[in-house]
């Protein structure tokens, strides 16, 4: 795969997805209270997020959750550590390519993992409420395919 175009937009946040799928048993989510959810900036509105371990905007390895509803995209994009997802609840469609096309997806339900490498353009649909576990390295940026991908800065109350 080849390198995002110069136009392209990196922002630090927390996204998602992945290639090199494998099956794992164990799904089911445990939320502590402890956990804070936010919605992350840089990812298409809808979703939220909480950071399980480590810290996003430093040097070295973190873990998010991110939740998702039905029908949720994360439009084609690249990250420049290698990403490893665990789908925890509902199902994610994950695609690799320059261009969000769900006949080109791979299924992962409930339990199913897999790790995208770093530089990979890629995307994701959620199919039913769906939520993630995310590890990265740090600090992180997602750097969208098409620059006018991005989200774009949104105020209250429009687009919360």
């Not at 799904?27 to 919605?39: D, K, R, T």
């Not at 840089?42 to 905007?57: C, F, N, Y």
Request: charged share 15%.
């Amino acid at each position: 795969m080849g390198r995002c175009r110069p136009d392209s937009l990196a922002l630090l946040v927390a996204a998602s997805v992945w290639f090199l799928a494998s099956g794992c048993s164990g799904a089911g989510l445990s939320q502590p209270e402890s956990l804070h959810w936010s919605v992350p900036p840089v990812l298409p509105p809808g979703a939220l997020i909480a950071v399980v371990s480590g810290d996003p905007t430093r040097a070295g390895e973190f873990t998010l959750l991110v939740s998702m509803p039905n029908g949720y995209r994360i439009p084609p994009h690249s990250h420049p550590s290698d990403e490893h997802v665990e789908v925890k609840e509902g199902t994610l469609l994950v695609g690799m390519g320059d261009r969000l096309d769900p006949k080109l997806t791979l299924t992962l339900a409930a339990g199913d993992s897999a790790t995208a490498p770093a530089g990979m353009h890629h995307f994701s649909i959620a199919k039913g409420r769906t939520v993630v576990s995310a590890t990265f390295m740090g600090p992180y940026t997602i750097t969208y395919v098409r620059a006018e991908d991005a989200p774009r800065p949104r105020n209250f109350p429009f687009g919360y």
